[in-house]
């Protein structure tokens, strides 16, 4: 009995569950926003991008990165679990076990709509790909961040697809600020790894470019991500504002150097608190958006 509350204990660190809400937003915000009703489908998705999503995403990744999580200081705690070998199968099963019948119960419930199909064997792909040894697209320079923004953009997308929406050229902005955000926020977070990930002979974004750079580059997605919501309708529009907190936590980082990237973690913390308050902002501007029927 104790050594099954560890491991559920464990399992949940793995899932990280301050980002819990990063993915289960995306689809839960997007469907009932543009379809405006709470249904069988809202409620499987909502809690298979909340909780069984989330565990397939970091589980998986937690069991790949053993090696190198164990030189990380920041690993061990809510920013990623160091699971130790004699977990790593309980994980992969444990994670495969709880999320097949919500995708299963996705497939069936998306018969009518075959293109949620694809977005969501795009998303479940990219999950895996990201950490699985023979594929580690968290080691290609750029398809790392590329893929991060996946994970969190294609539950948007598969509400949209699930819903039947029809995409308007408000939705396709969004979508495509969304991913520059997404970018964004992986390529910083990569920054306060680079002296770890190094160690390990892990290539990443920030270990190619170095930290000042991918800081720079961080900036310049946020920047653009801001950019493209600003020919939004008004007022949706105003979430160009959304960028600005991210921007100015990480400025005093533009000419940090990777023996310092460490120092960075400061304003990941940060970025942790700035989702949850822009997202209740935004929240609040695509309610207003919505029944206005300015995506529509």
């Known amino acids: 009995m104790a050594e099954r509350r560890s491991l559920i204990r464990t399992l949940l660190v793995a899932s990280r569950p301050l980002s ?3 993915t289960a937003y995306p689809f ?3 469907y009932v926003l543009t379809t405006g009703r709470i249904d ?10 909340l909780v069984p999503y989330n565990l397939v995403m970091y589980g998986v990744n937690d069991v790949f990165d053993y090696e190198s999580d164990l030189a990380n200081p920041r690993k061990g705690g809510a920013e990623g679990a160091k699971l130790p ?10 994670a495969t076990g709880l999320a097949l019948p ?6 069936v419930l998306g018969t009518q ?8 064997a795009v998303s479940l792909f990219a999950v895996l790909a990201y950490s699985l040894r023979g594929l580690r697209f968290k080691e290609i320079p750029v398809l790392d961040s590329v893929t991060s923004s996946t994970h969190f953009v294609t539950p948007a997308l598969y509400a949209l697809a699930l819903a039947g929406t029809v995409i308007t050229p408000a939705i ?3 979508m495509i600020a969304f991913f520059c955000w997404g970018m964004a926020s ?22 190619v470019f170095g930290a000042a750079a991918t800081v720079r580059i961080a900036i310049a997605l946020w920047a653009i991500a801001g950019i493209l919501m600003l020919f939004s309708p008004w007022p949706a529009n105003l979430a160009a504002i959304a960028a600005l907190p991210y921007i100015i936590s990480v400025a005093p980082y533009l000419n940090v150097d990777d023996a310092h990237s460490g120092t960075a973690n400061r304003a990941w913390r940060r970025f942790l608190a700035i989702n949850y308050a822009v997202g209740f902002a935004v929240t609040l501007l695509l309610i207003f958006c919505v029944t206005e029927g300015l995506f529509s």
Not at 102 to 107: G, R
Not at 186 to 207: E, L, N
């Open 28 to 30: 839960a915000a997007v």
């Open 113 to 120: 709509r075959p293109m949620s199909w694809a977005v969501l």
């Open 102 to 107: 919500f995708v299963v119960t996705l497939v």
């Open 40 to 49: 069988l489908s809202f409620v499987v998705g909502t809690i298979f991008f």
């Open 172 to 174: 396709a902005l969004t």
């Open 20 to 22: 819990w809400i990063n």
């Open 186 to 207: 992986h390529a910083f977070g990569a920054v306060q790894d680079i002296v770890p990930d190094r160690d390990a002979a892990i290539g990443s974004i920030a270990t």
């Open 85 to 94: 070998p004699r977990l790593h199968r309980a994980t992969l099963v444990s």
